[in-house]
């Protein structure tokens, strides 16, 4: 299933791109839903920065869910590779659940949109592979499959658009 999103920010393309690649710990605290986000590991070579970041979500686990979904199913790694060339990161997430199932990757390209604004543009993949899933018979299993990602993506659409608003206003906040 394909992942799509586009905002505008009112800031410069180098500083949102700096943001970005550099600051998500401290911008995080204005990403609704996300209680942290830790670098885990970055290396710098030649205008390329790669990272794994760890995200923790902050939302609390239904009751109905407790049984099968635990807290540090709620973090995931963001590995990205970001390059100053193309102001752009292309990143690949790792879930802590059905990690052998789940496959999302994509990539995050700032665009100038003037000299005081610019674009987000992010664009990916989401592949969740329910086959042989236990308790899911095969025939269902491939009706299934679709339908289970498009509802993933229209859950994390709205959370990619917060994180845009989150790296505006920690910008905001630096003045």
């Known amino acids: 299933m394909d992942i799509r999103s586009e905002a505008r920010i009112a800031h410069p393309q180098r500083a949102v791109f700096e943001a970005y690649r550099d600051h998500l710990p ?41 049984a099968f979904l635990k807290p540090e199913h709620l973090r995931w790694d963001d590995f990205a590779v970001w390059t ?11 879930t802590r659940v059905f990690t052998d199932r789940v496959t999302c990757r994509g990539r995050t390209a700032i665009l100038a949109d003037g000299p005081k604004a610019c674009r987000v543009v992010l664009t990916g993949q989401l ?33 990619l658009e917060s994180t ?3 790296i505006a206003a920690w910008l905001d906040s630096r003045g």
């Open 164 to 166: 845009n608003r989150g």
């Open 127 to 159: 592949r969740i592979e329910i086959t042989e899933l236990p308790g899911v018979p095969s025939f269902l299993a491939k009706r299934l499959g679709p339908q289970v990602e498009k509802f993933i993506v229209t859950l994390i659409t709205p959370n």
């Open 26 to 66: 401290e911008a995080a605290r204005f990403i609704p839903d996300v209680r942290e986000i830790v670098v885990r590991k970055r290396e710098e070579s030649n205008g390329r920065v790669s990272l794994h970041n760890e995200w923790a979500s902050d939302r609390e686990i239904p009751s109905v869910a407790s």
């Open 84 to 94: 100053d060339a193309d102001s752009a990161g292309d990143w690949q997430i790792k």
